[in-house]
């Protein structure tokens, strides 16, 4: 257990979907990984995805990490962007396990990833939080510099769905097991969002859906003019209703001006004295 996992922020979070964060005096026990397998330009968490912001952490110490936040009182152990850590997190997971760990987990991911590797993660993962970014393979090459997106993403989905269903809460509306698929809407992309809605259909229309109004153009989305402002709100609705059409009745639809994206102040040490 030598190798380490490098690691942005960890702390309670208050931004993600209600059976994700709880009440206001609850929260997801939040962990910011360092680096991604995607290479979005509108990336909100640039600084951590694309420059590796963060320290290293052993596989003991994130497991104590887990314990930690669920001493505080977190919800749920809220792992975002874990792909390319996902062998070393396994491994904490079962540890922390060991030593009493017993909030939920969820796998809080940008959808591309591999069935073979899922199905390694089965047996420690409760929740799919994915975000499914593109319908459109063109347009996820452009923008995340990948190809293949959406064939690979909804094989994801698909095995995300056989391994957990959907969305189980407890008697607290808490999120127990299941998937909740996000789906950030671009501006001028409105067919990439309706192919994304459609995937997503086709698999199951109780899929709890998570509709996000939240972009803004940072990073490097400059460069590319339609991108390089904020969303229509027209533009939006135009979405919500392909979502209605599609039989997607399940989950929430973000309000214009708020974050379900947490940005960490990174000049701030964590709130835990770990």
């Given at each position: 257990?030598?190798?380490?996992?490098?690691?942005?922020?960890?702390?309670?979070?208050?931004?993600?979907?209600?059976?994700?964060?709880?009440?206001?005096?609850?929260?997801?026990?939040?962990?910011?990984?360092?680096?991604?397998?995607?290479?979005?330009?509108?990336?909100?968490?640039?600084?951590?995805?694309?420059?590796?912001?963060?320290?290293?952490?052993?596989?003991?110490?994130?497991?104590?990490?887990?314990?930690?936040?669920?001493?505080?009182?977190?919800?749920?152990?809220?792992?975002?962007?874990?792909?390319?850590?996902?062998?070393?997190?396994?491994?904490?997971?079962?540890?922390?396990?060991?030593?009493?760990?017993?909030?939920?987990?969820?796998?809080?991911?940008?959808?591309?990833?591999?069935?073979?590797?899922?199905?390694?993660?089965?047996?420690?993962?409760?929740?799919?939080?994915?975000?499914?970014?593109?319908?459109?393979?063109?347009?996820?090459?452009?923008?995340?510099?990948?190809?293949?997106?959406?064939?690979?993403?909804?094989?994801?989905?698909?095995?995300?769905?056989?391994?957990?269903?959907?969305?189980?809460?407890?008697?607290?509306?808490?999120?127990?097991?299941?998937?909740?698929?996000?789906?950030?809407?671009?501006?001028?992309?409105?067919?990439?969002?309706?192919?994304?809605?459609?995937?997503?259909?086709?698999?199951?229309?109780?899929?709890?859906?998570?509709?996000?109004?939240?972009?803004?153009?940072?990073?490097?989305?400059?460069?590319?003019?339609?991108?390089?402002?904020?969303?229509?709100?027209?533009?939006?609705?135009?979405?919500?209703?392909?979502?209605?059409?599609?039989?997607?009745?399940?989950?929430w639809v973000q309000e214009r001006g708020s974050s379900e994206t947490f940005v960490p102040d990174f000049e701030?040490?964590?709130?835990?004295?770990?």
């Amino acid at each position: 257990m030598n190798e380490k996992i490098k690691i942005a922020w960890f702390g309670k979070h208050f931004g993600e979907e209600p059976p994700i964060s709880g009440s206001e005096n609850q929260g997801a026990g939040a962990i910011f990984f360092s680096g991604c397998n995607l290479h979005c330009v509108f990336c909100q968490n640039f600084q951590i995805s694309q420059n590796s912001l963060g320290k290293y952490f052993s596989v003991e110490e994130l497991s104590e990490i887990m314990l930690e936040l669920q001493r505080a009182g977190a919800v749920c152990i809220d792992l975002v962007t874990p792909t390319i850590w996902w062998q070393l997190i396994r491994q904490s997971i079962l540890l922390a396990r060991e030593k009493g760990l017993n909030l939920p987990i969820v796998w809080n991911s940008n959808a591309f990833e591999s069935v073979e590797m899922l199905q390694q993660i089965e047996d420690v993962v409760d929740i799919y939080l994915p975000d499914f970014k593109y319908g459109d393979e063109k347009i996820a090459e452009k923008y995340s510099q990948v190809k293949n997106y959406p064939a690979v993403a909804e094989s994801a989905l698909r095995e995300m769905f056989r391994q957990k269903g959907n969305l189980q809460l407890d008697e607290n509306g808490i999120a127990k097991t299941g998937i909740i698929v996000r789906h950030l809407v671009l501006p001028d992309n409105l067919e990439n969002s309706f192919k994304a809605l459609q995937i997503i259909s086709n698999i199951d229309k109780e899929i709890h859906v998570s509709l996000m109004n939240q972009y803004f153009p940072v990073f490097n989305a400059g460069d590319f003019s339609e991108i390089n402002k904020t969303l229509d709100e027209s533009d939006f609705e135009k979405v919500f209703d392909k979502q209605s059409e599609s039989g997607l009745n399940n989950g929430w639809v973000q309000e214009r001006g708020s974050s379900e994206t947490f940005v960490p102040d990174f000049e701030k040490t964590n709130p835990f004295s770990f």
